[in-house]
């Protein structure tokens, strides 16, 4: 959990509390140490959150304390929808909840006066005819991306011809049906792309590649603007001919 959601989240035990919580007790809950939850406490009481208490015997939140409203115009929360409404149809399964879930909880924070803009939106998102099916768990998929792990894939390409490699997954890429693996390849020594409906079979390995993902997505997008470029010089000069 990041450092973060780990302060929201303990605004929050203590808000539905009705009694001191020691930092034992938050710490099992929320899955970190005690020393952890004593940092924390102590940076939002410096951020004039107004937690009450001591260590060995327990914290309270004064009554009164909320966090501060969301804060959207119209259009932002149009957008919020559309993009939600478009991941719902077209994510895997974690996503799609997660977006369902977004919608909701933007409900529950917004004023009363933009309710209607979420709820009665004046855009959507088209739904999706004839997705490719796929096996692939994309949210351990995810998960690994985020780990920085190596995958072995059985990968079948457009004629049906198999091979297995192993990739540096750095990111998932989404097409109205299909979705997108980008990794490095380590048969290929560069950057590949494979449709996610064309995996046979997919290895989660416990090898961790020598990058950290977000240095190897930057090198993706280099890759992709360097070719980006290349090919616009090219119609340059096909245009001046």
Same mark, same amino acid.
């Given at each position: 959990?990041?450092?973060?959601? #780990?302060?929201?989240?303990?605004?929050?035990?203590?808000?539905?509390? !009705?009694?001191?919580?020691?930092?034992? $007790?938050?710490?099992?809950?929320?899955?970190?140490?005690?020393?952890?939850?004593? #940092?924390?406490?102590?940076?939002?009481?410096?951020?004039?959150?107004?937690? #009450?208490?001591?260590?060995?015997?327990?914290? @309270? =939140?004064?009554?009164?304390?909320?966090?501060?409203?969301?804060? =959207? *115009?119209?259009?932002?929360?149009?957008?919020?929808? =559309?993009?939600?409404?478009?991941?719902?149809?077209?994510?895997?399964?974690?996503?799609?909840?997660?977006?369902?879930?977004?919608?909701?909880?933007?409900?529950? !924070?917004?004023?009363?006066?933009?309710?209607?803009?979420?709820?009665?939106? $004046? @855009?959507?998102?088209?739904?999706?005819?004839?997705?490719?099916?796929?096996? =692939?768990?994309?949210?351990?998929?995810? $998960?690994?991306?985020?780990?920085?792990?190596?995958?072995?894939?059985?990968?079948?390409?457009?004629?049906?011809?198999? *091979?297995?490699?192993?990739?540096?997954?750095?990111?998932?890429?989404?097409?109205? !049906? *299909?979705?997108?693996? @980008?990794?490095?390849?380590?048969?290929?020594?560069?950057?590949?792309?494979?449709?996610?409906?064309?995996?046979v079979e997919a290895e989660f390995l416990d090898d961790r590649?020598?990058?950290?993902?977000? @240095?190897?997505?930057?090198?993706?997008?280099?890759?992709?603007?360097?070719?980006?470029?290349?090919?616009?010089? !090219?119609?340059?000069?096909?245009?001046?001919?």
């Amino acid at each position: 959990m990041r450092r973060a959601d #780990r302060l929201f989240q303990i605004i929050q035990v203590l808000r539905r509390a !009705t009694k001191p919580v020691t930092a034992d $007790a938050m710490a099992a809950e929320l899955e970190t140490s005690k020393r952890s939850i004593y #940092r924390d406490v102590a940076t939002l009481m410096g951020q004039r959150v107004p937690i #009450r208490g001591e260590a060995g015997i327990g914290y @309270v =939140l004064d009554g009164g304390f909320d966090m501060p409203p969301l804060m =959207l *115009t119209s259009d932002e929360v149009e957008a919020a929808v =559309l993009g939600a409404q478009w991941v719902a149809g077209r994510g895997d399964p974690a996503l799609a909840r997660a977006a369902r879930d977004l919608i909701a909880k933007i409900a529950a !924070t917004v004023p009363e006066k933009l309710r209607p803009v979420l709820l009665e939106p $004046a @855009v959507a998102s088209p739904p999706t005819w004839k997705r490719e099916v796929e096996t =692939l768990d994309m949210g351990k998929v995810r $998960a690994w991306i985020h780990a920085g792990r190596k995958l072995r894939l059985q990968y079948a390409d457009e004629q049906g011809r198999e *091979t297995v490699r192993v990739i540096w997954p750095c990111l998932v890429g989404y097409r109205d !049906t *299909t979705r997108l693996l @980008v990794g490095w390849c380590e048969t290929r020594d560069d950057f590949r792309t494979f449709r996610t409906d064309r995996v046979v079979e997919a290895e989660f390995l416990d090898d961790r590649y020598p990058h950290r993902p977000a @240095v190897l997505r930057g090198r993706w997008y280099a890759k992709m603007e360097a070719e980006r470029r290349e090919w616009e010089a !090219t119609q340059a000069t096909g245009a001046a001919q």
